[in-house]
């Protein structure tokens, strides 16, 4: 979203905590430029891609198992409106910010259902069919329009994180991939039992089970049950953080090699964050997010052994 020449700092001197990196950027007003516009001509395609598009579809192929999920998926890929196309993002970026979702999405985004609690945009970020400065262009129209208040703050909040994993990569490169992280902490420990019981949802604990059922029949997890799982599989599984940002990158629909690495080593405490990593309550989650069982239920894993935690 920020060109990086743009920014208050250089990327070497990227600021260590994320809270710094957004002060310094609102204090000195950076803003991203306006989206390109749409080119009029593009050039022809080479005369072996030609032919091949000739006689190409372009229907997506939707695996039969992404339309039974679709009742229950809060990115129903298997609908039009959600294809990966640029068609269908450019009219989900138009519905979204044609009515009142950006200004209640500070008290949504947290839910764990639903096509409406989040913007939905990370999808289409992730393949290229929508750019963050287009998602922005569209933010400030809005709040132009209908005005700004915390919840269309916080989208811009959310756009500020992703660049800040993007700037972090500049800044330190392969070493966001080894096993320490950015940290001085030692080699994570593994337990392939239990990592195998976390991918295939059968753990001690519904909402984790529930999630990863989800993510494994949709590709696709809201933002507080990827930190929930996250935190589960390494604070209290003992696993190491790399094999789950490696099954995140193999189920996930909108992966992002950016946001995905730099959200795990959040949570593991091997990143730039000073809290050491987040373990996250599981009962107090359950409590906030899910206090009837509405969630548990629609994504009830049965008739699988459950992995005993010692």
Not at 182 to 187: D, F
């Amino acid at each position: 979203m920020l060109d990086p020449a743009a920014l208050p700092f250089p990327c070497a001197a990227l600021p260590d905590v994320f809270t710094n990196f957004r002060i310094l950027v609102e204090r000195e007003q950076a803003a991203p430029s306006a989206p390109l516009a749409r080119p009029t001509t593009i050039p022809p395609l080479p005369p072996a891609f030609a032919a091949l598009a000739e006689t190409s579809t372009v229907v997506p192929d939707v695996p039969q198992e992404a339309h039974l999920a679709t009742a229950r998926s809060s990115f129903p890929y298997a609908l039009p409106a959600f294809y990966g196309g640029p068609s269908a993002a450019a009219e989900h970026l138009r519905q979204y910010f044609s009515g009142a979702l950006a200004h209640t999405y500070k008290f949504s985004r947290n839910g764990l259902t639903g096509v409406d609690y989040s913007t939905k945009f990370s999808p289409w970020l992730a393949c290229g069919a929508l750019s963050a400065r287009m998602v922005f262009a569209a933010l400030r129209q809005f709040e132009a329009v209908h005005g700004a208040n915390d919840s269309t703050y916080w989208i811009w909040f959310e756009l500020m994180w992703r660049d800040y994993f993007r700037f972090l990569h500049l800044q330190h490169g392969v070493a966001l991939y080894r096993a320490q992280g950015l940290s001085s902490l030692g080699q994570p420990s593994h337990d392939a039992h239990r990592f195998e019981a976390w991918c295939q949802a059968r753990t001690s604990e519904p909402l984790v089970n529930a999630g990863m059922a989800e993510l494994s029949a949709t590709g696709y997890l809201s933002n507080r049950l990827r930190q929930i799982v996250a935190s589960y599989l390494v604070h209290d599984l003992g696993c190491d953080w790399r094999a789950g940002a490696a099954w995140f990158e193999a189920q996930l629909i909108d992966y992002d090699v950016y946001s995905n690495q730099g959200n795990w080593l959040y949570v593991a405490g091997r990143g730039t964050d000073p809290r050491n990593g987040r373990r996250f309550n599981l009962q107090k989650q359950m409590r906030d997010h899910d206090p009837e069982g509405a969630y548990r239920r629609l994504w009830a894993t049965q008739g699988t052994a459950q992995v005993e935690l010692k």
